[in-house]
């Protein structure tokens, strides 16, 4: 997974290789619990906080602010989201159902 900021003017990629069990299930929350169509000042803070937590903090909650284009804010979240939760999708696609 990886993430563009402007970090002092210049473009820098950020990316983890690693997702843990732990932030599937604190993805898992952060989407049930958030309002996507109608987004508090307290969401955001708490979906751009799980971002920096994503990324192992290779960058600051006020770098991934200043960082980040205003219109590509939400949807780089959504996209973390969607890529966490799309590999774990894709993990289960193989196994069957032990109640079948």
């Known amino acids: 997974m990886k993430l563009v ?14 997702v843990s069990g732990r932030m599937l299930r604190k993805t898992l929350e952060i989407s049930k619990n ?3 169509n109608n987004v508090t000042l307290e ?15 290779q960058f600051t909650v006020d770098e991934f602010y200043d960082g980040i284009e205003a219109d590509k804010l939400l ?10 939760t799309g590999k774990a999708a ?3 696609e193989p196994l069957s159902d032990p109640n079948a």
């Open 90 to 92: 894709k993990a289960l």
């Open 43 to 57: 969401a955001l803070d708490t979906l751009v906080e799980f971002v920096v937590e994503l990324f192992e903090k």
């Open 34 to 36: 958030t309002n996507f």
């Open 75 to 84: 949807q780089s979240v959504m996209d973390c989201i969607y890529q966490v």
């Open 5 to 18: 900021l402007r970090i002092n003017g210049k473009p820098k990629t950020f990316t983890v290789s690693f």
